[in-house]
């Protein structure tokens, strides 16, 4: 979702923010837009669709010492260039960039700017017009009206301001949407991502909600909401180029979903300890052993992760656990149990429809974990504890390797719980042996690429709609497997249970339908086959994807074999797969589709 880049004491900061802005690229735009300047010139350019569009208007002449740079995504208003920030005051004076929602913004119009005239239809050209409209009407200082605005909003933002009058300053703040500084030897940064600015620093500071910061090319100074300064220690990022580049790959999701078998084995070495116990805090596993029902809340990929994770998770600890989607979980809130545990499950962390249910949770006095990729993310540093997924930078929209990676911290998870518990499913269960087993299954499964490409053209690449079904764990994969295909090649696509076709669903078969079974388990997955048949007396084009001890003659996809529990890391890989290779066959842009963005930062 939108992303903010900025720089001040560094000359061409015009190529530092276009660069920036590519690394940004992952999270999601429709149109962007920069501001540059130095004590004689300014300039301000937006365009519509890709960077490369802004980049080209980006001429000689358009260069300075301080600049901000965004990519938007449309919320308020439809994406233009006109809606594209950065936007500017009433005057021209004052340059602001925005990320989040100000939810308040039709009242502080009227309240306070019903004379003006906007340029566009955004949330944010208010804030920026009603900064101005504080210094002109109270004669207050660009820092005094910034600070006061930021008292009236309500909603979320991340902003980054400039006043063409003193561009020795660069004015930060943020309230539930992710901004970091970055410190430079005689420049400092700031993005909403490590990852954007990794090319000009590693030493970064965390921002709070609420707080203003006033950046120089030499000093960095942070204020709370009453004004007071405050004093926070940076941190070294832990990010490599080499793991935000696509090296040789042509797409970013084919090199991570290529990783998944490095990122298995990962895991195994950060939560082994040297005498092979399993390296999770004590306090945590006390805490969730204290509760009787675990719920899992998250959204997206990150949610089928967690009905993945359901079944193990249950064997292996005896705890009842419900899975649950953030953006109804906040608002519509099931009865709870006597003593709830919480798992916010986030790749990236800023999730915003995870993050108002965490709000809501931490509030009710809930402990909390959240199981996330990226350190010191929002819902990392609110949560009570953190797991962390290590699968390096994920950076196509379409997530892959988090969705292993994920699954395989909550069997690590489960294991040490039902463990310490007393559980003999845990006790006898191996589970870094296992996950090495599965590393090693993912890697016969990638060096089929080209068979994967093969069924691809037979089944998918020209078809409207298409079916995943399974029972059991593999109804779950089935559900990751349809969103995979249909959020990147915009096939219309179904996860669905097999049995529960025949109760409505098995309408929409038709002539040549693509369904695709997904088989590791002998009882259900013989039900699946008869569900299958079903289907094919209908006119479908079936395909199996089977455990290799349960396949029979004709099938299409044999899947290593692994422990039971770990069924769902080894069967999503060819979805995976037949999703990466529709996408391609059908001349999308695999990494980046369209309406979607990574970081999902608004409600
Ligand atoms: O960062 P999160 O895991 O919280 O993101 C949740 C979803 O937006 C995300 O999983 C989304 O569904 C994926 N991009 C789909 O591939």
């Known amino acids: 979702m939108c992303g903010i880049v900025g720089i001040i004491g560094k000359q061409q900061a015009e190529l530092v923010i276009l660069q920036g802005l590519e690394r940004l690229e992952y999270r999601g735009y429709d149109s962007a837009g920069l501001y540059v300047a130095n004590r004689t010139s300014s300039h301000l350019i ?36 006109a809606n594209a920030h950065p936007h500017t005051s009433a005057s021209g004076r004052l340059v602001l960039v925005h990320n989040g929602v ?10 306070y700017l019903a004379d003006h005239q906007f340029k566009g239809q955004t949330d944010t050209e208010i804030v920026v017009h009603l900064i101005e409209e504080l210094m002109n009407q109270e004669d207050l200082t660009t820092e005094a009206a910034f600070q006061k605005v930021l008292g009236m909003i309500q909603g979320s933002y991340a902003f980054a301001l400039v006043d063409q009058q003193n561009p020795d300053v660069l004015y930060v703040a943020k309230n539930k949407s992710p901004l970091l500084i970055g410190l430079g030897d005689g420049f400092n940064v700031v993005c909403s991502d490590a990852m954007a600015m990794i090319d000009q620093t590693h030493e970064f500071v965390e921002i709070a909600d609420g707080e203003m910061v006033i950046v120089t090319p030499d000093k960095i100074t942070i204020y709370d909401r009453q004004g007071t300064p405050v004093f926070r220690p940076s941190y070294e990022a832990q990010l490599d180029l080499t793991d935000i580049e696509k090296g040789t790959y042509p797409y970013y999701m084919l090199k991570e979903v290529d990783e998944q078998p490095a990122v298995m084995r990962r895991l195994v070495q ?3 300890n040297e005498d092979g116990s399993i390296a999770i805090e004590a306090s945590l596993l006390k805490q969730i052993a204290n509760s009787d029902r675990i719920y899992i809340v998250a959204c997206g990929t990150s949610n089928n992760a967690g009905w993945a994770a359901k079944k193990l998770f249950e064997s292996l600890t005896q705890l009842p656990v419900e899975i649950h989607l953030s953006s109804e979980f906040g608002y519509n809130m099931p009865l709870l149990s006597e003593k709830p545990f919480f798992i916010y499950l986030s790749q990236s962390g800023e999730t915003a429809d995870s993050r108002q249910v965490l709000v809501k949770t931490n509030e009710m006095g809930y402990p909390a974990l959240t199981i996330t990729n990226v350190a010191g993310s929002t819902l990392s540093r609110e949560a009570d504890h953190t797991l962390l997924l290590y699968a390096g930078p994920e950076i196509a929209v379409a997530s892959t390797k988090a969705y292993t990676a994920q699954i395989g911290v909550m069997a690590i998870l489960a294991t040490a719980l039902g463990r310490q518990k007393g559980i003999s499913a845990a006790s006898d269960f191996d589970v870094f042996y296992e996950l090495g087993l599965v590393a090693t299954g993912m890697e016969s499964l990638i060096s089929e690429k080209e068979r994967f490409s093969e069924l691809t053209a037979e089944y998918l690449t020209t078809t409207r709609n298409a079916f995943y079904i399974g029972r059991g764990n593999d109804y779950y994969v089935s559900m990751e497997a349809a969103l995979k295909l249909k959020e990147i090649s915009y096939i219309q696509a179904e ?3 097999a049995g529960e076709l025949k109760h409505g669903t098995i309408a929409l078969i038709e002539e040549g339908t693509p369904v695709i079974g997904i088989i590791t388990e002998e009882v259900m997955g013989s039900h699946t086959r008869g569900n299958l048949k079903e289907v094919e007396s209908r006119g479908a084009h079936t395909l199996v994807m089977v455990s290799e001890n349960l396949a029979k003659v004709g099938d299409q996809i044999l ?45």
Request: net charge positive.
């Open 46 to 81: 937006k365009a519509q669709g890709r960077i490369k569009n802004l980049a080209e208007k980006v001429t000689p002449e358009v260069t300075g010492t301080i600049g901000i740079g965004h990519t938007r995504w449309a919320t308020h208003g439809k994406p233009s260039e």
């Open 495 to 497: 996860g669905f249970a």
């Open 102 to 111: 100000i939810e308040n913004f039709d009242e502080l119009h009227q309240t």
């Open 559 to 603: 899947l290593p074999h692994v422990h039971p529990f770990l069924t769902s890391l080894i069967a999503v890989l060819p979805t995976q797969l037949l999703a990466y290779f529709a996408t391609l066959q059908r001349g999308y842009d695999v990494d980046k589709p369209r309406n979607l963005a990574k970081s999902v930062t608004v409600e």
């Open 270 to 272: 950060e939560y082994r």
